[in-house]
């Protein structure tokens, strides 16, 4: 992998340039909320919050929108495809690993037995560009093995102290170094001291751990432990660990009319398992009807189903679930309270 250094003294200078790509997207630090940081559209290049950990909602929300319109229709015009951003070049920049990990995720889901065109039109305009990070004591990544990328970026950006060592992932990564190459240098023996000496205390510094060896074969044991139904009654089924998962990806369609009644749009919107309606179909009957069978889906699904499906979990350690629950559920100590048959209720 090729490998250059950027100086931090011309890193605004670099980001300020990637504007010519497209639009450039950076974590920005609310005013309101210090502290809490969320991805925007970058202005200028001094709004970057390169202290950031983890943002409210993950990037997945410029890939899989939030609430998009699919296609619109008329009684007399018929049918118009609707792309949102179809043609938006973007780049999605300061990304850490488990951030990347979880694009890589959501690249596999919608491209298994059919790709998502809404996904995949907004997927090949998009340069991601990440950023080395310390782990928070809700960061488990290490754990989950997502704690570094090999690959998933165009552009990886190390902290080394003065200076950024920048991995190149792709061709179109070299292309946006090869155009800026006033702005790079070459990595000297020092650097490359620097950066082992940033990966120890990187690797050091975790304090969260999660055991998966044998999580889906344990979870597989315990189905009917009473860990579910006491989560069931702490949860409030509102879908906070669901929207601000970098991993979630299940959306709800539905029409809507317009006034004049001969007029409307499609919608796809995101939606969480842990919603009352998400399991309830035709006829009236809901598969999941209370809270403890719909907080256990979400457990098997990450942890036990998708590594049938996929041969991975789909929980990249990012901490957000436990940042955002209201209740203090916190995945951590429920897998390993399952781990070791020992959930006590609070
Ligand atoms: S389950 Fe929680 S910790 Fe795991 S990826 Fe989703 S939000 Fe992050
Ligand atoms: S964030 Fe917490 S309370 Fe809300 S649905 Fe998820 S587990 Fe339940």
Redesign the pocket.
Known sequence: MKVVKLPKSKVEEFLSSLQDFGEVIIPKEKTEHPGVYYFDVMENPSEMAWEYLRTII?PKKYLHKPREVIFKFHKEQGYQEVIEDKETKRILFGLHP?DIH?IKILDVVFNRDYMDPYYYARRKNTVIIGLSCLPDE?C?CKS?NTDYVEDGFDLFLSDIGEDFLVAVGTSLGDDLVAERAHLFSEVEEEDRRKYLAFRKKRNESFRLELDISDLPYILDLEQKSPIWDELGKRCLTCGS?SM?????YCFNVYDTLNLDAKSGQRIKQWDACLFKDYALVAGGHNFRENRAERVKN?YYH?QFRMVEQYGKP?????????D?CPAGID?VEVLTKVREGSYVTH
Request: with cysteine.
């Open positions: 993950p488990c979880g809700k488990f989950m660990c601000v998962c970098p991993t979630c979400r990450k789909s929980c990249v350690g990012c901490g957000r679930c436990i955002a995945v």
